[in-house]
């Protein structure tokens, strides 16, 4: 029966996480400062008193308005180059130049231009976010595309699928792992860098985000509550991660044959 359990996949997550808890407890309770790195339980008290408060989640549903803006606009603008990218030489040849030049730089490191452009504000931190997530899911997506096989192509016209229903019946689906796998990419960029971005300048009338909150009580030494803050960013990352992508691979590409 035990090996039943451990060939489980969600067993054997939530036996990783019990292990991780259990570490992050006994360490900080063999350092025994809760100011340099405080427990497990204490992180969770406070979370929860962040909680009832209603600060902390006042604080994340402002981060995830925002993330939802510049990851759809990043997406949208994604869409928009890989379109042309596979429809022209020149689309092609545009999105692998742009691809080169912008990719390898941190979108965090345009944040001094995104306040001369937007302000200090909600603008500044959607522009840094689509650009975070754009070259990312433009050239998986590409590569999806670019990647179909000839047969499956001409199986596609020997069938009449022609236009819009060659795109949406052979094209896309055989494309799509490569698409899911640019799209969980783009949101680990966007997530990290609404954070990064939020801690730097994420608050506007007290109206920041969970970067904020974290920056906020780092300054009042509100440990508790920045290891909180962090918690929550893992806790959401997580959600995301099993919640949505790991349930449209399910229906999608393992239902397809195309993964394991």
């Known amino acids: 029966?035990?090996?039943?359990?451990?060939?489980?996949?969600?067993?054997?997550?939530?036996?990783?996480?019990?292990?991780?808890?259990?570490?992050?407890?006994?360490?900080?309770?063999?350092?025994?400062?809760?100011?340099?790195?405080?427990?497990?339980?204490?992180?969770?008290?406070?979370?929860?008193?962040?909680?009832?408060?209603?600060?902390?989640?006042?604080?994340?549903?402002?981060?995830l308005w925002t993330l939802g803006m510049g990851y759809a606009a990043g997406v949208a603008l994604a869409t928009l180059l890989t379109t042309l990218a596979i429809s022209t030489r020149f689309g092609a040849d545009l999105l692998a130049m742009l691809t080169a030049m912008f990719s390898p730089l941190p979108a965090v490191a345009l944040l001094p231009m995104a306040i001369l452009w937007f302000g200090i504000g909600q603008p500044a931190i959607v522009f840094v976010i689509m650009f975070s997530v754009l070259w990312a899911l433009a050239l998986n997506a590409q590569s999806g595309f670019r990647g179909v096989s000839p047969a499956l192509r001409m199986t596609g016209y020997n069938l009449s699928l022609t236009g819009w229903r060659h795109v949406v019946h052979i094209l896309i689906p055989a494309a799509f792992p490569s698409i899911l796998a640019g799209l969980k990419i783009g949101w680990a960029f966007a997530w990290r860098t609404l954070i990064a971005a939020e801690l730097v300048f994420g608050a506007s009338s007290r109206s920041g985000g969970l970067g904020w909150f974290i920056a906020e009580h780092r300054n009042e030494l509100a440990i508790d509550q920045v290891f909180a803050g962090m918690l929550v960013v893992i806790l959401v990352g997580l959600l995301v991660e099993i919640g949505i992508f790991r349930t449209v691979e399910r229906f999608t590409v393992i239902r397809w044959g195309m993964q394991r």
């Open 1 to 63: 029966m035990s090996s039943d359990w451990f060939r489980s996949v969600a067993f054997r997550r939530v036996l990783v996480i019990l292990l991780l808890a259990a570490a992050w407890e006994g360490y900080a309770r063999f350092l025994g400062d809760d100011l340099l790195f405080p427990s497990l339980s204490r992180t969770v008290a406070a979370l929860l008193e962040s909680t009832r408060t209603g600060e902390l989640p006042s604080r994340l549903l402002n981060s």
